[in-house]
Structures are given as structure tokens and as C-alpha cells.
T-cell receptor, first 113, second 114 residues
Framework: TQLLEQSPQFLSIQEGENLTVYCNSS?????LQWYRQEPGEGPVLLVT?????EVKKLKRLTFQFGDARKDSSLHITAAQPGDTGLYLC?????????????FGAGTQVVVTP | DTEVTQTPKHLVMGMTNKKSLKCEQH?????MYWYKQKAKKPPELMFV???????INESVPSRFSPECPNSSLLNLHLHALQPEDSALYLC?????????????FGPGTRLLVL
């Protein structure tokens, strides 16, 4: 089993501040997805990173995949209340043909006006 | 279009009831998944279907019975559930065989067992 450690578990910040969420593993992933989830709703895909060292930007969100494909980070610039939610990282194992995802425990982000 | 739909949105059932959850996708994805999610926890994998065949059953109790009638539909039949089965049930789908590993989730069915 490939463990994916996500930190921090909880972040409460003011509107306009920056934040970073981390996902780390001792195992190599073939790809890693980031999702945002609101209470009672399904996870919504934000990005998939595949290549080691890859950086992807989605408006104020920046995603990095580590060179060794073992870790990833999500950085939000100038957070807004609409960024509030549960952020989940999920990695796909290199040798798993069924596409089983290993999820991090999640980071609950609260952005207050 | 990356839409996965699920019905019903909410379901309340007694421990002796039989109900079904439905999931549908029209993206041509050939892998479909059922997950169970408790509040503030990540989703837990229950079943994986690949090309309409059950590929993975993560030791789920037999009171949960999956079915894949065709490549677009996935059902989860529920019978004699327990209160601890109350959770958000998520369906997801993924393209199969082309190296694309991203799973797309539906909005979920919030289940309450009384």
C-alpha cells in the first residue's frame, strides 16, 4: 500500500492570504490528482499532474509534482472565501492497472472574509 | 464533457428496506468505481468495474451488491443496511487503456440508514 501523507489537516486563513498544502509519499506515483470537495458534494477535479517536476497553474492555484514523483503541493495565492473546502490529493500507483487511487487524509481550508 | 450523474441525491431508508443507487456517465469511460465516504474523511474504495466486469471488491459486506448493466450505467443495490452504513456514496469513472488515470466523480448520494 502506498501511503500519501497530506498536511496540514486544517487551515484557517483570512481572505487575501496565501496557503500551501502538501502531499508526500515514500512511493512513486504515475500521476497525482488534486480535488476540492464541498460538504455533501462529490470531489471536483482541479488538476492531474503526470511528469516529474511539472508545474501547472489554474488561475490563483499552482500545483507542483516533485521531480521523483513522490510528492506534490498546492499553493493558493490571495485566497478567497470561495476557496473554502476539503482539498484531497490522490495518487495513482505505477503498477496498478485498475487505477486504484491512494488518497491523502484531506486538508480542510476555511477562508474568512 | 466530464459529467458523472448520480441518483438519488438523498436517500433515507430503514434497516429492512431494499433500495438502489444509480450512476451514469456518457464519456465512453470503461472503468467505473463505487466509493463510500464518511464526513471529513477521504473516499474509501468499494468496487471497481472494468469493461462491465467486476474487477475489485474491497471486502465489502454482501448487503452491498453492485451491478453494471452496460458501459454507461452502474448500480449499487442496498439491502438490510446498518446505521453505520450512513455515508456519502460516490461513483467515479475513468478512461481505460490509454494511460489516462484521472477519475471523475459524481455528486454523490447522501444515505441515511435509520
Amino acid at each position: 500500500t502506498q501511503l500519501l501523507e497530506q498536511s496540514p489537516q486544517f487551515l484557517s486563513i483570512q481572505e487575501g492570504e496565501n496557503l500551501t498544502v502538501y502531499c508526500n509519499s515514500s512511493s512513486v506515483f504515475s500521476s497525482l490528482q488534486w480535488y476540492r470537495q464541498e460538504p455533501g458534494e462529490g470531489p471536483v477535479l482541479l488538476v492531474t499532474v503526470v511528469t516529474g517536476g511539472e508545474v501547472k497553474k489554474l488561475k490563483r492555484l499552482t500545483f507542483q509534482f516533485g521531480d521523483a514523483r513522490k510528492d506534490s503541493s498546492l499553493h493558493i495565492t490571495a485566497a478567497q472565501p470561495g476557496d473554502t473546502g476539503l482539498y484531497l490529493c490522490a495518487g495513482a500507483g505505477k503498477d496498478d492497472s485498475w487505477g486504484k487511487l491512494q488518497f491523502g487524509a484531506g486538508t480542510q481550508v476555511v477562508v474568512t472574509p | 464533457d466530464t459529467e458523472v450523474t448520480q441518483t438519488p441525491k438523498h436517500l433515507v431508508m430503514g434497516m429492512t428496506n431494499k433500495k438502489s443507487l444509480k450512476c451514469e456517465q456518457h464519456m465512453g469511460h470503461r472503468a467505473m468505481y463505487w466509493y463510500k465516504q464518511k464526513a471529513k474523511k477521504p473516499p474509501e474504495l468499494m468496487f471497481v468495474y472494468s469493461y462491465e466486469k467486476l474487477s475489485i471488491n474491497e471486502s465489502v459486506p454482501s448487503r452491498f451488491s453492485p451491478e453494471c448493466p452496460n458501459s454507461s450505467l452502474l448500480n449499487l443495490h442496498l439491502h438490510a443496511l446498518q446505521p453505520e452504513d450512513s455515508a456519502l456514496y460516490l461513483c467515479a469513472s475513468r478512461p481505460q487503456g490509454n494511460g489516462e488515470e484521472t477519475q471523475y466523480f459524481g455528486p454523490g448520494t447522501r444515505l441515511l440508514v435509520l
